[in-house]
């Protein structure tokens, strides 16, 4: 009887396999792991060395859930892109001060996002690898690759509509900000050319919303 007792306890206390779709927790678990994963690699291996296979491997999980997830090893890079940037706008609450302020404030945090050094490697990657992987520089490409242009696109729409700007299209307006804003930095400190600390990156953002706003504001009528 004590035997079997004990066969029985035993029996009780082994846990139990669910099968099934994975919980919510499980699922966004297996995002995160897939994302480190993904991202440990592309920064230190490149785009073209880095195998879905290894992701998979690291990230304790399979291909065919890494493929669930990302249609392809492309839009993986971007998404661990996007998570990058996205700590540098999740907390802007651009709804008080001036719009020169407003627009300076997210201008550095811009200049800030793609001078991360994580940013830096990953648009490095994509110039090196856009003639292999034209997806890639395509998909890098998309407003959704970058946080802040939505953000300026918000910022600039409720100015024109406020009668403060000029009513040039948002598309075009919000790209001639941003690369006046980024581009110049970019080069420069990827090529090694010359560092950007955050005094410089101040000038750099004063001068740039100074004459962007000199040449897209309304001039009173006389």
Not at 37 to 42: G, P, R, T
Not at 75 to 83: D, E, K, M, P
Request: glycine share 4%.
């Amino acid at each position: 009887m004590d035997k079997q007792a004990s066969t029985m306890n035993k029996t009780k206390k082994a846990p139990t396999r669910r099968g099934g779709r994975p919980s919510l927790k499980q699922a966004a678990d297996i995002q995160v792991r897939i994302l480190d994963a993904a991202e440990e690699h592309f920064l230190q291996d490149g785009f073209s060395a880095t195998s879905i296979e290894a992701i998979a491997k690291q990230a304790s999980t399979s291909k065919a859930t890494v493929y669930a997830r990302f249609n392809n090893k492309e839009a993986l890079f971007i998404a661990v892109s996007n998570r990058v940037l996205s700590t540098h706008f999740a907390p802007i609450v651009l709804d008080s001060g001036s719009l020169q302020e407003r627009l300076k404030d997210l201008a550095l945090h811009m200049l800030d996002a793609l001078l991360d050094p994580k940013t830096l490697r990953m648009y490095n990657i994509i110039v090196a690898e856009s003639e292999r992987f034209p997806e890639l520089a395509r998909l890098s490409d998309e407003k959704s690759a970058f946080a802040g242009q939505q953000l300026l696109e918000t910022l600039l729409a409720e100015e024109q509509a406020k009668g403060n700007l000029t009513s040039h299209a948002l598309a075009p307006l919000s790209q001639l900000f941003i690369a006046s804003v980024v581009l110049e930095p970019l080069r420069l400190v990827s090529l090694g050319l010359r560092s950007f600390d955050q005094t410089a990156r101040q000038q750099w953002v004063d001068l740039v919303v100074d004459v962007f706003l000199n040449g897209c504001q309304q001039q009173p009528t006389a």
